[in-house]
């Protein structure tokens, strides 16, 4: 059996038995399952974004890179396509229009944007415009976010739905709003905020929509599971809902209760919680409005989930159920609830955010460059140590055999009793290079062996470690191999450098684990022959991208080509348009990126609506309360000190000053070139 395999690179990815083209790239990055029908990929091997989906226009995302590029943006940069999130507005909106025509609903259904998700100004702006001619709302969750929504929403149709903590200011604020035309609806989701609603009711003499929130007895599963039940954070138990409903009874206040909600978590990834949720709160519907509360909304809070990694099934990467299922099961559920007691079907209401705007931003940053263990024989001295000749004839051991008189082909078949003895060698070789390994450290630590020696040690292990894995990569697919010897490849990895600060950009891969879809832009039909995973700029051990989706499977190394000299490689985090840029962090002072909004044009290619310029390094320092001028001060006065002692030149000087002075003007991140 002959395991030289030209199929298989030195760090154990299998090369295919044919031309490489950018469907295999595709596949290999699950691009053709998580980024239908938004992403794919042209015969080029470059990412392309379809922002209409499949209505139709595309754009080539290394050539729009390199166009921004040339407009002055510098990576990382954030892209938004705002024409994205009009075509999830699209279809959120469609699939509860076809479900509600299926069933034959009664109701209809307006849906609100968590702000909480993206309080982004032009974000939240696109969301109202593109919404407007469904009544799209907002949902707030603080003064603040309650701000920028009475600021936004003029449509005196479309519903603001008040959560969170609420103090006197915050209800008093809603209930004058209401006077203005707009539709706050403050939703009890404390016990306490009951007597505080009355109160300012009757010293102002009007009421808000008032809504309630039930803690639903229904547990949820994925990572958010532990956050619904009865242990909630929000939400009122039946008791606690039942003297609500009395309290506001005896205010005079029972006719502005108009509206139900529940949350069951977000990114639900398994339907049959939903079911289960929808069929609680929709009894919970039906006995309110027999206890006398007109009613009218029933929200079924937020969770819609997104399918990051492309296996759709109820892992938590994932979820096992369509928009199109979403929609049919919400309206089903509640029409079953109400028609069999007379009750007229609610107006639903859903706070869909990561469901709308995970896939309209790509972040896009460049590999600064890659490392990986030195796995190259050193040349032989002419008198050396017996440690280092061990060493040296393990690795050629290794190197020489099989190939010297086996008899069986990889390519035909290899039986097992072959596949044993194979596994049986690299095992005992494996074995042989840690035992000398470990003599070469111990010889050192006692001055026996010289630091060159011992790096010259340490070069032939990795050496004897790459050859082992040239080796398991011919092994047939399926073979049992020891736990020891498969994590080789691993080991070998390389490590990417990349542009960009994990805690400011993706904070949720450190926090809770989130995977989300990271790939290369370009290269795409070209066969990976490096397993990676990605350091950033962080001066912070956590301050890496090591855990990539893998068919409902969880990995730590991605598929990455060798970097070329002089040839950019630009990596795409995708599906993390929610949440990422409103959590992040200003570790090691590693600001916002740059920003840009693109448009699909009307006579094809796009327009550049908006650009959002990165935190400079001047902004970072004045959040944390540092002078900029200040600090440029102290600096000059130090030069001239240095100028005055001999030690720096007049003209190091101003160019120090010069670099400190631009610096201050540039953005946080390592410039290219």
Same mark, same amino acid.
């Given at each position: 059996?002959?395991?030289?395999?030209?199929?298989?690179?030195?760090?154990?990815?299998?090369?295919?038995?044919?031309?490489?083209?950018?469907?295999?790239?595709?596949?290999?990055?699950?691009?053709?399952?998580?980024?239908?029908?938004?992403?794919?990929?042209?015969?080029?091997? &470059?990412? !392309?974004?379809?922002?209409?989906?499949?209505?139709?226009?595309?754009?080539?995302?290394?050539?729009?890179?390199?166009?921004?590029?040339?407009?002055?943006?510098?990576?990382?940069?954030?892209?938004?396509?705002?024409?994205?999130?009009?075509?999830?507005?699209?279809?959120?909106?469609?699939?509860?229009?076809?479900?509600?025509?299926?069933?034959?609903?009664?109701?209809?259904?307006?849906?609100?944007?968590?702000?909480?998700?993206?309080?982004?100004?032009?974000?939240?702006?696109?969301?109202?415009? $593109?919404?407007?001619?469904?009544?799209?709302?907002?949902?707030?969750?603080?003064?603040?976010?309650?701000?920028?929504?009475?600021?936004?929403?003029?449509?005196?149709?479309?519903?603001?739905? @008040?959560? +969170?903590?609420?103090?006197?200011?915050?209800?008093?604020?809603?209930?004058?709003?209401?006077?203005?035309?707009?539709?706050?609806?403050?939703?009890?989701?404390?016990?306490?905020?009951? %007597?505080?609603?009355?109160? /300012?009711?009757?010293?102002?003499?009007?009421?808000?929509?008032?809504?309630?929130?039930?803690?639903?007895?229904?547990?949820?599963?994925?990572?958010?599971?532990?956050?619904?039940?009865?242990?909630?954070?929000?939400?009122?138990?039946?008791?606690?809902?039942?003297?609500?409903?009395?309290?506001?009874?005896?205010?005079?206040?029972?006719?502005?209760?108009?509206?139900?909600?529940?949350?069951?978590?977000?990114?639900?990834?398994?339907?049959?919680?939903?079911?289960?949720?929808?069929?609680?709160?929709?009894?919970?519907?039906?006995?309110?409005?027999?206890?006398?509360?007109?009613?009218?909304?029933?929200?079924?809070?937020?969770?819609?989930?997104?399918?990051?990694?492309?296996?759709?099934?109820?892992?938590?990467?994932?979820?096992?159920?369509?928009?199109?299922?979403?929609?049919?099961?919400?309206?089903?559920?509640?029409?079953? @609830? @109400?028609?069999?007691?007379?009750?007229? *079907?609610?107006?639903?209401?859903?706070? $869909?955010?990561?469901?709308?705007?995970? &896939?309209?931003?790509?972040?896009?940053?460049?590999?600064? +460059?890659?490392?990986?263990?030195?796995?190259?024989?050193?040349?032989?001295?002419? #008198?050396?140590?017996?440690?280092?000749?061990?060493?040296?004839?393990?690795?050629?051991?290794?190197?020489?055999?099989?190939?010297?008189?086996?008899?069986?082909?990889?390519?035909?078949?290899?039986?097992?009793?072959?596949?044993?003895?194979?596994?049986?060698?690299?095992?005992?070789?494996?074995?042989?290079?840690?035992?000398?390994?470990?003599?070469?450290?111990?010889?050192?630590?006692?001055?026996?062996? $010289?630091?060159?020696?011992?790096?010259?040690?340490?070069?032939?292990?990795?050496?004897? @470690?790459?050859?082992?894995?040239?080796?398991?990569?011919?092994?047939?697919? +399926?073979? /049992?191999?020891?736990?020891?010897?498969?994590?080789? %490849?691993?080991?070998?990895?390389?490590?990417?450098?990349?542009?960009?600060?994990?805690?400011?950009?993706?904070?949720?891969?450190? /926090?809770?684990?989130?995977?989300?879809?990271?790939? %290369?832009?370009?290269?795409?039909?070209?066969?990976?022959?490096?397993?990676?995973?990605?350091?950033?700029?962080?001066?912070?051990?956590?301050?890496?991208?090591?855990?990539?989706?893998?068919?409902?499977?969880?990995?730590?190394?991605?598929?990455?080509? #060798?970097?070329?000299?002089?040839?950019?490689?630009?990596?795409?985090?995708?599906?993390?348009?929610?949440?990422?840029?409103?959590?992040?962090?200003?570790?090691? !002072?590693?600001?916002?990126?740059?920003?840009?909004?693109?448009?699909?044009?009307?006579?094809? +290619?796009?327009?550049?609506?908006?650009?959002?310029?990165?935190?400079?390094?001047?902004?970072?320092?004045?959040?944390?309360?540092?002078? *900029?001028?200040?600090?440029?001060?102290?600096?000059?006065?130090? $030069? #001239?000190?240095?100028?005055?002692?001999?030690?720096?030149?007049?003209?190091? /000087?101003?160019?120090?000053?010069?670099?400190?002075?631009?610096? !201050?003007?540039?953005?946080?991140?390592?410039?290219?070139?």
């Amino acid at each position: 059996m002959v395991l030289a395999d030209p199929r298989r690179s030195e760090t154990g990815v299998r090369l295919s038995d044919s031309a490489w083209t950018a469907a295999d790239g595709a596949s290999l990055y699950g691009l053709d399952r998580w980024g239908d029908p938004y992403f794919s990929v042209n015969a080029r091997g &470059h990412m !392309l974004v379809q922002p209409r989906g499949d209505r139709g226009g595309s754009l080539d995302l290394v050539e729009l890179v390199r166009e921004l590029q040339g407009r002055g943006l510098s990576l990382p940069l954030l892209i938004r396509f705002d024409d994205i999130l009009e075509d999830r507005l699209e279809r959120l909106h469609g699939a509860f229009e076809r479900a509600i025509a299926q069933y034959g609903y009664a109701g209809r259904y307006q849906g609100v944007f968590p702000v909480k998700c993206n309080q982004q100004r032009h974000v939240v702006e696109q969301l109202v415009e $593109s919404g407007r001619r469904w009544h799209f709302g907002l949902e707030a969750g603080s003064k603040a976010e309650l701000l920028i929504a009475l600021s936004l929403l003029d449509d005196p149709d479309a519903l603001l739905i @008040c959560n +969170g903590y609420k103090d006197r200011r915050f209800i008093e604020t809603a209930i004058l709003a209401r006077q203005l035309g707009r539709q706050p609806v403050v939703v009890i989701e404390q016990a306490d905020e009951v %007597p505080r609603i009355i109160a /300012a009711s009757h010293e102002l003499g009007a009421a808000p929509l008032i809504g309630i929130r039930a803690k639903l007895a229904t547990r949820s599963t994925g990572r958010w599971g532990s956050s619904v039940g009865e242990r909630a954070k929000f939400g009122l138990s039946v008791p606690q809902l039942l003297s609500c409903v009395e309290a506001l009874r005896q205010a005079g206040l029972l006719a502005d209760l108009r509206l139900l909600h529940f949350h069951i978590g977000s990114q639900i990834n398994d339907i049959a919680v939903l079911k289960d949720a929808l069929q609680e709160a929709g009894r919970i519907y039906v006995e309110l409005t027999r206890l006398g509360a007109p009613m009218g909304y029933l929200d079924v809070g937020g969770g819609l989930g997104i399918d990051y990694d492309g296996s759709r099934t109820a892992s938590a990467a994932s979820k096992n159920y369509s928009l199109q299922n979403y929609a049919n099961d919400v309206v089903a559920t509640v029409r079953e @609830c @109400c028609e069999p007691h007379g009750v007229t *079907p609610p107006t639903l209401v859903s706070e $869909s955010g990561r469901a709308l705007a995970s &896939h309209f931003s790509v972040l896009v940053f460049n590999v600064l +460059g890659a490392a990986s263990l030195t796995g190259s024989e050193p040349e032989a001295a002419v #008198e050396e140590a017996l440690i280092l000749r061990n060493l040296r004839e393990t690795l050629h051991t290794i190197e020489a055999w099989p190939a010297r008189g086996s008899e069986h082909d990889s390519s035909q078949g290899a039986d097992a009793s072959a596949v044993s003895g194979v596994l049986e060698h690299l095992q005992e070789a494996w074995n042989d290079a840690l035992k000398f390994r470990d003599d070469a450290l111990a010889a050192f630590r006692l001055g026996y062996l $010289s630091l060159p020696e011992r790096g010259k040690a340490e070069q032939l292990s990795w050496a004897c @470690c790459r050859a082992i894995a040239r080796h398991l990569a011919t092994l047939p697919p +399926g073979t /049992a191999v020891p736990e020891e010897l498969r994590t080789l %490849p691993a080991v070998l990895a390389g490590t990417y450098y990349a542009n960009l600060s994990v805690f400011r950009s993706a904070p949720d891969t450190w /926090a809770i684990d989130q995977l989300f879809p990271v790939l %290369p832009l370009q290269r795409l039909n070209e066969q990976p022959t490096r397993l990676g995973s990605f350091a950033d700029l962080t001066c912070d051990s956590d301050g890496k991208l090591a855990r990539f989706i893998d068919r409902g499977q969880v990995k730590p190394l991605l598929e990455l080509h #060798e970097l070329r000299q002089g040839e950019p490689y630009w990596m795409g985090l995708f599906l993390a348009g929610a949440y990422q840029e409103v959590m992040g962090n200003l570790h090691n !002072l590693f600001g916002s990126t740059n920003a840009v909004h693109i448009r699909l044009a009307a006579g094809g +290619g796009y327009q550049v609506d908006h650009v959002v310029r990165g935190d400079t390094n001047a902004e970072v320092l004045q959040a944390m309360e540092h002078d *900029p001028d200040l600090l440029l001060e102290r600096l000059r006065v130090a $030069s #001239e000190v240095a100028i005055a002692s001999g030690r720096l030149g007049i003209g190091d /000087a101003r160019r120090l000053m010069a670099h400190l002075r631009s610096s !201050l003007e540039q953005t946080t991140y390592l410039e290219e070139g």
